[in-house]
């Protein structure tokens, strides 16, 4: 299953220019990736100044739906990808017909849809946590019944960093919880008792060659991506299991660019996973300071079909996500030792806005994990 209209897996050489569908902070280290490597990037996306396009050397500034934009586009870039799931899957499709799109848009389509990605990932043979569909009262009560309370009810499409998720505890009025979610189809994912949010991201190219970066562990504040901690400190067993996941989804879906996968380990040991994104993941953010190639610049590679890079931690990394008001403390992180600030360039730091990342490095210590 490739979703590909057109792709005749050609590498794209430095000097090319590549597309990026959407304008946010995972576009921005993209394109200073891309850079180094000579390549060019063209953003598209509907606002103005962003982190991206400040960084870009071309941008179209249109509706993701305008057909007109979308085919001049198409003709100014050399290969497309995206930094976002929430792109029209139908916009990417029609660029298909007109440019190698990577990864294809229906890997976009399946990731866009938490029940058809939970489905897809089950027939890929992948362990996932417990979920039902849910398109109203009646089929919520009949859910719970089946697999909680304590659940998660989310919105099918859209939403992220927790926006359209409820938790849905014994006392919750399931009423109030189906109004709360705000979706006219919701899926109920039942509560996982955890011991650890891990996480994995894998590098697929056109060829299907693999590459990955070690699992790491992620903790999360108010649904937010907090930290993430590289080693991740498990078992070798569990760490294996981790990266077999993300490896089988990969392939299955026939990936070429990267994808992110984050599981839980819950108390035996067991992984199962939870959501995938097919473009460069907040937790990676990390290799760009402990690793040769970082996911970045790995995403580069993969998308133009260039050998893929050494993907090994030379450093132990923990990255902390500056949100809000948290970026005002970056004279002092500038004057932190082993520090690795990165700032995205927004203007406004609104309350539960990703601003910006450090990365504190330290010698490494230990093997990777998987």
């Known amino acids: 299953m490739t979703g590909q209209s057109l792709d005749d897996r050609r590498t794209i050489p430095p000097g090319g220019v590549i597309g990026i569908m959407g304008g946010g902070q ?26 991206t396009e400040q960084v870009a050397a071309a941008a179209t500034i249109a509706a993701y739906d305008d057909g007109a934009a979308l085919d001049a586009f198409a003709s100014a870039v050399d290969v497309v990808t995206f930094e ?18 990577r990864p294809g848009w229906n890997v976009l389509r399946v990731s866009q849809d938490r029940l058809v990605e939970k489905r897809f990932i089950e ?11 849910v ?4 089929s919520l009560a009949a859910a719970l019944a089946e697999i909680g309370p304590p659940a998660v009810l989310k919105t099918t499409r859209m939403g992220y960093d927790g926006k359209g998720q409820v938790m849905v505890k014994p006392s919750t009025d399931p009423a109030e919880a189906w109004a709360q979610m705000g979706g006219a189809v919701g899926i109920l994912e039942g509560f996982v008792d955890f011991d650890c949010e891990v996480s994995v991201v ?3 190219g056109p060829d ?3 590459s990955h970066f070690e699992p790491v562990r992620n903790v999360h504040r108010d649904h937010i991506l907090h930290t993430t901690t590289a080693p991740a400190g498990l078992a070798p067993e569990t760490g294996a299991a981790a990266v077999d996941a993300a490896l089988r989804i990969a392939t299955a879906l026939d990936v070429v660019g990267l994808l992110a996968v984050e599981m839980f380990v819950v108390r035996d040991g067991r992984v199962l996973v939870n959501e995938i994104a097919p473009r460069p993941h907040n937790s990676g953010h990390w290799t760009i300071d402990a690793c040769a190639c970082s996911q970045f610049e790995q995403f580069v590679r993969a998308v133009c079909g260039l050998p893929l890079g050494d993907s090994a931690r030379h450093s132990d990394a923990v990255m902390t996500n500056l949100i809000g008001d948290e970026v005002s403390d970056w004279p002092a992180l500038l004057a932190e030792p082993g520090a690795c600030l990165h700032l995205y360039g927004k203007a406004e730091a609104r309350p539960g806005r990703k601003m910006g990342h450090v990365t ?5 210590s230990g093997p990777r994990d998987g």
């Open 123 to 133: 027939q890929a043979g992948v362990p996932v946590t417990r979920f039902a569909e």
């Open 202 to 204: 894998v590098a697929r």
């Open 208 to 210: 299907g060659a693999t």
């Open 26 to 51: 995972l576009g921005r280290m993209t394109a200073l990736a891309a850079a180094e490597l000579g390549y060019r990037c063209h953003v598209f996306c509907p606002e103005k100044d962003g982190p």
């Open 84 to 101: 976002f799931e929430n792109v029209p899957h139908e916009s990417v499709q029609r660029l298909a017909g007109r440019v190698p799109v």
């Open 360 to 364: 504190r490095l330290a010698l490494k």
């Open 135 to 138: 398109t109203g009262l009646e």
